[in-house]
Every structure is written in C-alpha cells, then in structure tokens.
C-alpha cells in the first residue's frame, strides 16, 4: 500500500518538475547544439556552420522560440522527458538501496563513506544506462524546431530514428554518461548522506 502511494507521489513529482525544468533543458540543447563560425575563424565556409548564432544567449532564445513556436514550443520532447525520469528515478534510488543494504558489514547500522561512494556510482550509472535512450529523442524532438520539422511525436522519432540508424542510435552518448554518472551520484549520495547525518545529531541534543 506504502509503496504504492510512494509510487505515485514520485510519478506526480517528476511530472511536475518536468514542467519547469523542460524550458530550460530546451534552452540549453538549443544554445549547446548551434553551431557558427568563432570571430577569429579563418577556414573555408562550410553548410554545418551558420553565419552567426540564432540565439545570442539564453533570455533571447526564449524569446525567440516563444515567437516562432509558441508556447508549447518550449515543451517539445516532454513527454520523452517523463518517458525519461519517471521509471527511472524510482530505479535510481532502489538500486542506491540494495547496493548500501549489500555493501553494509553484519552488525553496522549504517554504511560507511567508501560504500555509499560506491552504491551512488552504480545508481547513477544504472539510471543513465536506462534512461539514455528517452534522453536521445528527448534531445532530437527539442532541435526539432530549430529547422525543419521532422518528428510528428515521441513513437514517430522513435520508428524513424530506428529505421535510419539502427538500435545503436538509442545509445548515443551511453559511455560519456556513465563516466559522468558514477563520481557526481557517488559524492552526491556522500555528502547527502553525511549532512543528514549531522542534522539528526542536531535533532537529537535539541
């Protein structure tokens, strides 16, 4: 029953934290994935690289979708982001919570610091290799309206990304965010841990 009501207080978070983060995560894939030739730049013309960047920075990039696309322009590839987040953030910190529970001697109460390092790295890779492929069309259906549009929804950039490069393609970038994944999750889970450690030392004496 407790696990259910988790469940859905997790899925209803996640959806929501979707809505304001999902502005800004296409903001910044737009800024990141533009490309123009650098002032200094002497080398031939080449078709990949605009004359000069489509949005100056990140308020006129809001802008500027806001004006070409809508509002709902924003909110392209959402629903690959709670495709993304909503399973695999439930995972994430199951995974964290087998691994301390494995890794915690007989007899210790709590984890020590080199454990909780460990089971952070291993939940963060585990989230990452799940979710990578929802992140690779969440990414795709985002620079969709940069040019023309070519995805008419989330299943559609799935079937034509598949029919044109093969399942390899849902892993794009895998490596790159597990070598990522495992140090920042691993400290994040340290220092999480160790701080509430402190406040209920705190909670305690009061």
């Given at each position: 029953?407790?696990?259910?009501?988790w469940?859905?207080?997790?899925s209803?978070?996640?959806?929501?934290?979707?809505?304001?983060?999902a502005?800004?995560?296409?903001?910044?894939?737009?800024?990141?994935?533009?490309?123009?030739?650098?002032?200094?730049?002497q080398?031939?013309?080449?078709?990949?690289?605009?004359?000069?960047?489509?949005?100056?920075?990140?308020?006129?990039?809001?802008i500027?979708?806001?004006?070409?696309?809508?509002?709902?322009?924003?909110?392209r590839?959402?629903?690959?982001?709670?495709?993304?987040?909503?399973p695999?953030?439930?995972?994430?910190f199951?995974v964290?919570?087998?691994?301390?529970?494995w890794?915690?001697p007989?007899?210790?109460h709590?984890?020590?610091w080199?454990?909780?390092?460990?089971a952070?790295?291993c939940?963060g890779?585990?989230?990452w290799?799940?979710?990578?492929?929802?992140?690779?069309?969440?990414?795709?259906?985002?620079?969709?309206?940069?040019?023309?549009?070519?995805?008419?929804?989330?299943?559609?950039?799935?079937?034509e990304?598949?029919?044109?490069?093969?399942?390899?393609?849902?892993?794009?970038?895998?490596?790159?965010?597990?070598?990522?994944a495992f140090?920042?999750?691993g400290?994040?889970?340290?220092?999480?841990e160790?701080?509430?450690?402190?406040?209920?030392?705190?909670n305690?004496?009061?």
């Amino acid at each position: 029953m407790y696990s259910g009501i988790w469940h859905c207080i997790r899925s209803t978070y996640q959806r929501e934290k979707a809505m304001v983060f999902a502005p800004i995560d296409l903001i910044k894939i737009r800024q990141q994935n533009q490309t123009h030739p650098h002032q200094s730049y002497q080398g031939p013309p080449s078709r990949d690289l605009l004359l000069k960047p489509k949005y100056r920075g990140p308020t006129h990039c809001l802008i500027t979708v806001i004006k070409e696309e809508g509002i709902l322009g924003l909110y392209r590839g959402i629903t690959a982001l709670w495709l993304r987040d909503i399973p695999c953030f439930g995972l994430y910190f199951l995974v964290y919570s087998v691994f301390t529970e494995w890794l915690t001697p007989q007899g210790q109460h709590k984890p020590d610091w080199s454990a909780m390092l460990l089971a952070g790295g291993c939940a963060g890779m585990t989230y990452w290799t799940l979710a990578t492929p929802m992140d690779v069309m969440k990414s795709r259906m985002q620079m969709d309206g940069m040019g023309q549009q070519r995805y008419n929804g989330v299943l559609n950039c799935i079937n034509e990304s598949f029919r044109q490069e093969g399942a390899r393609v849902f892993f794009k970038g895998l490596s790159l965010n597990c070598v990522r994944a495992f140090p920042v999750n691993g400290l994040t889970f340290v220092i999480y841990e160790t701080v509430l450690a402190f406040l209920k030392k705190i909670n305690a004496k009061d």
